[in-house]
């Protein structure tokens, strides 16, 4: 009678194998349809938890405004610069035709640059700041008074040694003032003559490329960039626009591409996607095909495929219930998740096969090999289970969603193993009946080559001893300096087709201005000024930021602020430019000053209905509320992919006075400083968390603490030549592959616990090394496959996390095949060899002594 659960389960599984199998299908079927519903979200904001402010400012921005996204339409030329003006005439319509979409789908529009220009030409002197105006008054005062006095000495109570000048001789220059003299000094440009040179790199009033081949229109939806499917529909809305104008493109020369964030997230989903699905593939077939070498049976194959598939599937429908989504760093858990979970039966099959070999039924192989082998894995499993739970503490959702999805897979994939493999093997036997092979595996050769590695342990343990030291003493020197502070090492590649790449940077071309930066939600209009007047005090305070802020813009730079007031300097001026006050200017000052004076008396009041709707909507939001944003806009030479240079920025943008309350500036860039700042403090404690886990539960497991000094000093000297290794080969930390040392924690202790199981059962070290080193290695090396599929990434931080977890395997893979036997053979025996019928980690110390045949510590 079988009483424990796995015999149960076992017993179950061969008597009703048909139900098993059914059980298993529908479980796969309606897991993978779950699945289905995951989406994959890119943003940096899915990583970081949602009471962190950028995220709250971010979300509140998409509530408020409707996000920063952009979608950038190229029109291009086929005939070069001869076809610029065709192109023109189209964007022209097209721009037209996206505002009738309605601030439903498009909130602004950006084409025609002509009216722009119009705008600020015709009222440039209501744009000129209050104080100047005040300035350029009194020194126009000043000036006349002066002459006046010269005219009437009577009157000169503050120069009396002037000569009287006879009034016809009299002249009065004023140019020689400083705020005057940029208005009136006909040596310099005039202020319509600035404006010109301000639009002077659009062709025709239009964003144009350098080469006069295309025109660019700036396109801002009023949804977010963050939901694919949103993307999806507000993308094809654009697409159907230009698709109307097939026959004009056609006949005409040209082409219409598209551009910017939208365009951009919507193939990084789709390359994401493709990727997941295509190293999944690759991580199966070359896990399934090193299975196949390794026993040279296509039953194993079969049977832990089968059941392997279930597990993940189940492991990602509950992830659709949990969560809802993926993010960039889960989305290769698959991957992951496979090479790692096909390792319980692995051992499992070794066990059964090892017992059929030898003349055992089905059910007795099967009932055998899992009570061994459900035992000698579960420790694997939780191990490794618990190294991905530790990440649950972490405040990172990412991290967060990582441990959920990793510890769960891990857990129904050993459930999975042990519940399907018996009744899969059931139907193969059905189908063809087992027939013993007499073959002898490397288990069960003479190891002449491992009797003469481990003949000399204690220079191994020496030699290994101080790489080791060595290796953790570069790690230590060189952790100041261990993060990545470049981002531009943790971005993704290019992605989409040649065609999008192509057209994006075309369509960056043409803009000619940096659209990078952050918004600032604020309480009122005044607060929006206020908060850029703040912006304003700390560039002259620290120059350094001025290579980082280009500018800080409210809606008052396109509707005038101050109106009354300005109006007001504006009417006193232009009445004070008399003929008579003219006659005495110099010639070309007099009919500057006759020009300005015209443009001065044609000012008026100016509301938002009357300025440029293109460039109001970029200060709207969605209840119609118009200049309560304030955009601060990144220095194009920034270079903000630099730690200490986004940190500093998103440090300027924010805690910012207004109106009694303290205001940050949202965008990506905050997002990822905040994104940094979380990795460095959670990190470290994660991983010492995660260490302290799985300590403990390695002095639960063996319930000796000479078994757990051995493993864990393996374990920890496997991690330390990992991070050694790494720094040498310049693999920086960052916050997607910081998560390797928990993780590796965890499935590393697979390999040590395994070895040293095996040695304590059958109280020797080379006959347990060979009988347990292949199936170690094989574990070892389908998890290698697993994390190797990261490096398919386009993901330059995802990347890094495959070569640091693949070197983390290796070197854990050594220091338990190597260290770990070389340390038992120096210390006495006692200390963890196993007792007469002592059970170790499911290993029957009565099978040990009856395949080894005695107890000799060195083999």
């Not at 002249?171 to 404006?195: Q, Y």
């Not at 094809?236 to 104008?245: G, P």
């Not at 997230?265 to 295509?278: H, N, Q, R, S």
């Amino acid at each position: 009678m079988h009483h424990d659960p796995i015999s149960r389960l076992t017993a179950a599984s061969i008597r009703r194998w048909r139900s098993f199998l059914v059980s298993a299908v529908v479980v796969t079927c309606v897991s993978l349809w779950l699945a289905s519903h995951l989406e994959v979200r890119s943003s940096f904001e899915e990583l970081l938890p949602e009471d962190v402010p950028s995220v709250k400012h971010a979300k509140e921005l998409a509530r408020r405004v409707g996000g920063d996204g952009t979608i950038l339409v190229m029109v291009e030329s086929l005939d070069g610069p001869s076809g610029l003006e065709r192109a023109e005439a189209l964007a022209t319509v097209l721009a037209a035709e996206y505002r009738a979409l309605g601030r439903d789908v498009i909130r602004s529009v950006e084409s025609d640059i002509r009216p722009i220009q119009r705008w600020y030409t015709d009222h440039w002197p209501m744009f000129l700041p209050l104080d100047q105006l005040g300035k350029a008054r009194a020194d126009l005062v000043a000036a006349i008074g002066e002459v006046k006095a010269r005219y009437n000495p009577v009157l000169d109570l503050l120069d009396e040694g002037s000569e009287a000048q006879p009034a016809p001789e009299l002249r009065i220059d004023l140019a020689k003032n400083k705020d005057l003299g940029e208005l009136l000094d006909p040596t310099r440009p005039g202020p319509r003559a600035r404006v010109e040179q301000r639009f002077e790199q659009f062709v025709d009033g239009f964003m144009v490329h350098p080469d006069r081949r295309s025109v660019t229109i700036v396109l801002r939806p009023t949804g977010t960039s963050l939901g694919v499917e949103q993307v999806r529909v507000v993308l094809d809305k654009i697409r159907a626009v230009a698709d109307r104008h097939g026959g004009q493109m056609a006949s005409e020369r040209l082409r219409i591409g598209f551009g910017g964030s939208y365009p951009i997230l919507l193939a990084e989903y789709e390359t994401i996607v493709k990727g997941a699905v295509t190293s999944f593939a690759i991580v199966m077939a070359l896990v399934l095909l090193s299975i196949l070498v390794f026993y040279r049976e296509v039953r194993p194959v079969l049977a832990i495929g089968a059941a392997l598939v279930v597990g993940i599937a189940a492991t990602f429908g509950v992830t659709w219930i949990a969560i809802g989504y993926l993010n960039t760093q889960t989305t290769f858990l698959g991957s992951i998740v496979a090479g790692n979970g096909i390792n319980y039966g692995l051992v499992y099959l070794a066990r059964v096969g090892q017992l059929r070999r030898r003349g055992a039924t089905l059910e007795q192989a099967c009932h055998e090999g899992a009570q061994a082998a459900a035992r000698a894995t579960l420790l694997a499993a939780v191990g490794t289970s618990v190294a991905f739970g530790t990440l649950l503490v972490a405040t990172n959702r990412g991290f967060r969603h990582f441990g959920f999805i990793g510890g769960i897979g891990m857990l129904l994939c050993w459930a999975a193993t042990f519940a399907f493999v018996p009744a899969l093997l059931v139907l193969f036997e059905r189908l063809r009946p087992y027939r013993a092979r007499v073959r002898v595996l490397p288990s069960e050769r003479g190891n002449p080559m491992l009797e003469r590695l481990f003949a000399y342990p204690r220079t191994m343990v020496a030699v290994t001893a101080t790489i080791t030291a060595a290796a953790l003493a570069v790690f230590s020197w060189n952790l100041p300096n261990s993060m990545e502070r470049n981002l531009d090492n943790l971005t993704n590649d290019a992605t989409g087709s040649e065609a999008l790449r192509r057209d994006n940077g075309r369509a960056q071309g043409g803009i000619g201005t940096s659209i990078a930066g952050a918004i600032a939600l604020l309480p009122s209009r005044q607060g929006a000024e206020t908060y850029c007047e703040e912006i304003d005090r700390r560039l002259k305070e620290r120059p350094r930021l001025e290579q980082l802020i280009a500018s800080c813009e409210t809606v008052s730079g396109v509707v005038p602020s101050h109106q009354p007031e300005k109006l007001a300097l504006i009417r006193d001026i232009s009445e004070r430019l008399t003929d008579s006050v003219l006659s005495h200017l110099p010639e070309e000052q007099a009919a500057r000053a006759r020009e300005i004076r015209g443009q001065l008396a044609a000012q008026r009041p100016l509301a938002d209905e009357e300025a440029p709707q293109s460039l109001v909507d970029r200060f709207r939001e969605r209840d119609g509320s118009v200049g309560r944003l304030a955009f601060v806009r990144a220095h194009g030479g920034a270079k903000l992919e630099l730690g200490a240079n986004l940190r500093e920025y998103a440090a300027a943008v924010r805690n910012v006075p207004v109106e009694g309350g303290r205001y940050d500036a949202a965008g990506a860039d905050i997002v990822v400083a905040d994104l940094l700042e979380d990795i460095e403090r959670q990190g470290p404690r994660v991983t010492l968390l995660s260490f302290v886990c799985v300590c403990a539960l390695v002095v639960v497991f063996f319930k000796n603490w000479g078994r757990s000094a051995l493993l864990l000093l393996s374990l920890t000297a496997g991690v330390a030549l990992m991070g050694g290794i790494a720094t040498l080969a310049n693999i920086k930390i960052n916050f997607f592959n910081f998560i390797v040392y928990p993780i590796t924690f965890g499935i590393a202790v697979d390999y040590g616990a395994n070895v040293l199981s095996r040695m304590s059962v059958r109280r020797s070290v080379v006959p347990a090394l060979a009988e347990v080193g292949g199936a170690v290695i094989l574990c070892s090396w389908t998890t290698i496959i697993g994390y190797g599929s990261l490096i398919m990434s386009f993901n330059r931080a995802l990347r890094s996390f495959g070569w640091y977890a693949m070197l983390g395997e290796l070197t854990t893979l050594i220091t338990a095949l190597v260290l770990l036997p070389a340390m038992a053979m120096l210390v006495p025996a006692r200390a963890w060899m196993a007792k007469p019928r002592e059970v170790v980690a499911g290993e029957s110390s009565e099978t040990g002594e009856d395949e080894s045949g005695g107890g000799r510590a060195t083999g």
